[in-house]
C-alpha cells in the first residue's frame, strides 16, 4: 500500500506565498518522477510541474519563473513553492508520483489534494 499525503495550502492574499508539500509513504521500494497538478471549479486537472528522481524540472509556462518545485529523495517528499499567487491560481493543488513497490508493481498514484484559494 502506497499513500501520499499533501499538506500546506490555505488561504492567502494576491500577491503571497505558500509553499506545498507531498509525502509518500508504504511499500515503496522506489520514486521515479513526482509532479503538481492542480484543477480549478468547472476547468480540467492541468499541469504544474513535475521533477525526476535526477531534479530534472519541467513547468507550465504560466508557473515558470513564480513556482519552484523541489524534493528530498531521503524523505520520499516533494514540495512546491509558489510566489506571487494571483486569484487564478486558486485550484485543488493534487500531487503525482510514479512508484515502485517493494512487491515490484509499477504505479502513478495521487494524493488527496490541498485546496489553495488566493484572494483578498
Known amino acids: 500500500q502506497v499513500q501520499l499525503v499533501e499538506s500546506g495550502g490555505g488561504l492567502v492574499q494576491p500577491g503571497g506565498s505558500l509553499r506545498l508539500s507531498c509525502a509518500a509513504s508504504?511499500?515503496?521500494?522506489?520514486?521515479?518522477?513526482m509532479g503538481w497538478y492542480r484543477q480549478a471549479p468547472g476547468k480540467q486537472r492541468e499541469l504544474v510541474a513535475t521533477?525526476?528522481?535526477?531534479?530534472?524540472?519541467n513547468y507550465a509556462d504560466s508557473m515558470k519563473g513564480r513556482f519552484t518545485i523541489s524534493r528530498d529523495n531521503a524523505k520520499n517528499t516533494v514540495y512546491l513553492q509558489m510566489n506571487s499567487l494571483k486569484p487564478e491560481d486558486t485550484a485543488v493543488y493534487y500531487c503525482n508520483a510514479g512508484i515502485v513497490s517493494k512487491y515490484g508493481i509499477c504505479g502513478s498514484h495521487w494524493g488527496q489534494g490541498t485546496q489553495v484559494t488566493v484572494s483578498s
Open positions: 508504504g511499500s515503496i521500494l522506489s520514486i521515479h518522477a
Open positions: 521533477i525526476t528522481s535526477g531534479g530534472d524540472t
